[in-house]
């Protein structure tokens, strides 16, 4: 099945927000408002840090911010810093009782 | 405070099945409000929805893995399991047991992940 589409890589300095796409279709992103997103740090398991477009688990830090507009979905992070290099991963429910993960994102901060 | 391990062979032969199995411990894996997946990730690329299984028995998969996918769910052992049939070389990743809030809101648990190896 086809994945939804995030750009490779973004950067910004310290500080700085960020935003990060992630584009669908009308059967998942479009269509649900069961978008979340995932932080992977190099060498362990991805961590949710929003789900259901804009919500945040306890412990995620408000600087994590997320939204929808159509067929897009969003990732901000505001007041960048350097913990938050990392891959970032979104999913959505897809119909047919599937589940879709974009292709992910590498934020550098520079 | 909810955890969940894989075990199985790491390492496979093209052609034979991939078999692994997640211990949920710390919590009970009967739960409705949870399905328990998988999902890999192939050596520096992203991730992948494989499938997930309800504790009543019903199983979703992804449709481009389905036709070679078996999955179950133990509640006696609090253990849920994965078998891959027919591998190749592409069938290679980290493997991922996870908890998926219904209804696949988000993969809110994930376990520290198992590589699978496929070669000869």
């Known amino acids: 099945q086809s994945a939804l589409t995030q750009p490779a890589s973004v950067s910004g300095a310290p500080g700085q927000s960020i935003t990060i796409s992630c584009t669908g279709t009308?059967?998942?992103?479009?269509?649900?408002?069961?978008v979340s997103w995932y932080q992977q740090l190099p060498g362990t398991a991805p961590k949710l840090i929003i789900y259901d477009v804009s919500d945040r688990p306890s412990g995620v830090s408000n600087r994590f911010s997320g939204s929808k507009s159509g067929n897009t979905a969003s990732l901000t992070i505001s007041g960048l810093q350097a913990e938050d290099e990392a891959d970032y991963y979104c999913s959505s429910y897809r119909r047919g009782d599937t589940l879709v993960f974009g292709g992910g994102t590498k934020l550098t901060v520079l | 405070q909810l955890q969940l391990q894989e075990s199985g062979p790491g390492l496979v032969k093209p052609s034979e099945t991939l078999s692994l199995t997640c211990t949920v411990s710390?919590?009970?894996?009967?739960?409705?409000?949870?399905?328990w997946g998988w999902i890999r990730q192939p050596p520096g690329k992203g991730l992948e929805w494989i499938g997930c299984v309800h504790s009543s028995g019903s199983t979703y998969a992804n449709p481009s893995l389905k036709s070679r996918l078996t999955m179950s769910v133990d509640t006696s052992y609090n253990q849920f399991s994965l078998r891959l049939s027919s591998v190749t070389a592409a069938d290679t990743a980290i493997y991922f047991c996870?908890?998926?809030?219904?209804?696949?809101?988000?993969?809110?648990?994930w376990g520290q992940g198992a590589l699978g190896t496929v070669s000869s």
């Open positions: 710390g919590g009970s894996i009967s739960s409705s409000t949870y399905y």
């Open positions: 996870a908890r998926l809030v219904t209804w696949f809101r988000a993969v809110d648990l």
């Open positions: 009308s059967s998942d992103v479009g269509g649900y408002n069961y």
